[in-house]
């Protein structure tokens, strides 16, 4: 399962629908942190979260995960598109990863394969 924070409806929707097609469960959330509501009730295997939210900003939902002992071992995707090549502003909070805005979503899910451990399918 993976919990997505995106502010902005059109992007959380197709963030999401890319998701679910390529076979993840996936939480939505509109702010950070209702996004960390989400991860602690769902325990994730994954979080994809843009930067500039309400409520909570990305990077700190960053720390927050970080910060607690049961959640900080899930790889976090920042995508923004906010942050400048070169910064370490996403690194620095706890980020496994930086996608920059604009990226089409098999960027977003070549990354998730690389951060998530391979499923064994149930044949």
Wanted: hydrophobic content about 50%; overall charge negative; proline content about 7%.
């Amino acid at each position: 399962m993976i919990v997505v924070a995106e502010d902005h409806d059109d992007i959380r929707y197709v963030l999401k629908r890319s998701l679910e097609r390529a076979g993840h469960r996936v939480v939505a959330a509109a702010d950070g942190a209702s996004a960390l509501e989400a991860i602690r009730e769902h325990r994730p295997d994954l979080v994809v979260t843009d930067v500039d939210m309400p409520r909570m900003t990305g990077l700190d939902l960053c720390r927050a995960i970080r910060a607690d002992d049961t959640l900080r071992h899930i790889p976090i995707v920042v995508a923004s598109g906010s942050l400048m090549p070169g910064d370490n502003l996403a690194e620095d909070a706890g980020a496994s990863a930086t996608l920059l805005k604009p990226f089409v979503p098999a960027q977003l899910l070549a990354l998730i394969a690389q951060l998530l451990p391979p499923r064994v399918s149930a044949d």
